[in-house]
């Protein structure tokens, strides 16, 4: 018995005692036990805090745009009001200053009223009066008309009478040109080239008419035309044609050798060797040009000149400018240089079988 008293005794100064001898994992199972509520609480709290973040965070940039305009609508609350002024009452004038002034009117209507039964004014009158109103402190009213004298009225007359109203100067505008078709004009230099290919000279020449009367001033189909009028052996048409055409463009070659042609075929040989003096100074490598020229200081008598004129030629082997060279060179008695030239010429073969026939025939003379 002692011994189960001892037990119960040790039992019961286990539970009285201050804890000390409790289990660490019953004493912190009792604790957590006892605070959980508090940790539900905090959960709950964190778990709204979040989902109001996120809330914001998805609303918020969609409303920043209106920013500006708060912080407008505060700036404009806070501006400071602005100063108002009153208006100012009207202007009043004592009374004894509005009967001043109804005086002073009446002593100027009395003064400016003339006097019938005064003296006439003479020189010593005069001088008071302009020392009396000298002395005068008021001035007269605006509303007088001063009229003019007679002279004044005179001289202002006679400037209206010789008045002239200013003109605008207008610059002098140049007439558009008229419009050319050029697809018409076209189609119809065709039909010249293929008359001319085919030797139908006439048709060509149509042809270039119709042209000049859509395009008046091209001195190109006036030089064409020209040549047309050559072919067909109307050489005052050619020259005219051709003339027209150096008034427009006075360096145009073709048109130069065509009215040196008709010139020459005119025996107008004074004006077919300047015809063709331009064009070879104009075009100075142009053989054919050169040998023209050549021709035409031949005919003209001018021997040296010509004989100058076929040497530059015939510099490169050119067998009509030798042809020049030769029969030059015959008429003044070098008859061992034509002979040098017509041999020349036999042994080309670029001169024409026409040309070595004649030059055959002078050497038989010549030889002989």
Known sequence: MSLLADLLSKTKNIGSSSGKDVPPTLARAQSAGAASPWLKRRYIIMSVLAIFSIIIGIFLPSQLKHLPYFRHLKKAQLAPPQPFKMPL?????PDKTKEQIAEEAKKTVAAEKPDKTAEPETVSNKQTSSAAKVKKTFR?????IQHPSQKEEAMFQD??????????KHKTVEPEPAKIDTNARGALLYAARSSEQSGDWRGALASYRAVLDIDPDNYRVMSNSAAAYNKLGMYPDGERQARRALAIKPDYVPALINAAIACSSQNNNKDALAFFAAA???EPDNKSLAVNLGIMQERAGNLNDA???YRRAAASGDPQALFGMARVNEQTGHKSEAITAYRIIMSQKNASPSLKREVKNRLLGLEQ
């Open 89 to 93: 009452p009207p202007m009043t004038v």
């Open 140 to 144: 007269k009213p605006i509303s007088k």
């Open 159 to 168: 400037k209206i009478a010789h008045y002239k109203p200013a003109t605008a």
């Open 280 to 282: 070879a100074a104009a």
């Open 307 to 309: 004989l100058a004129t």
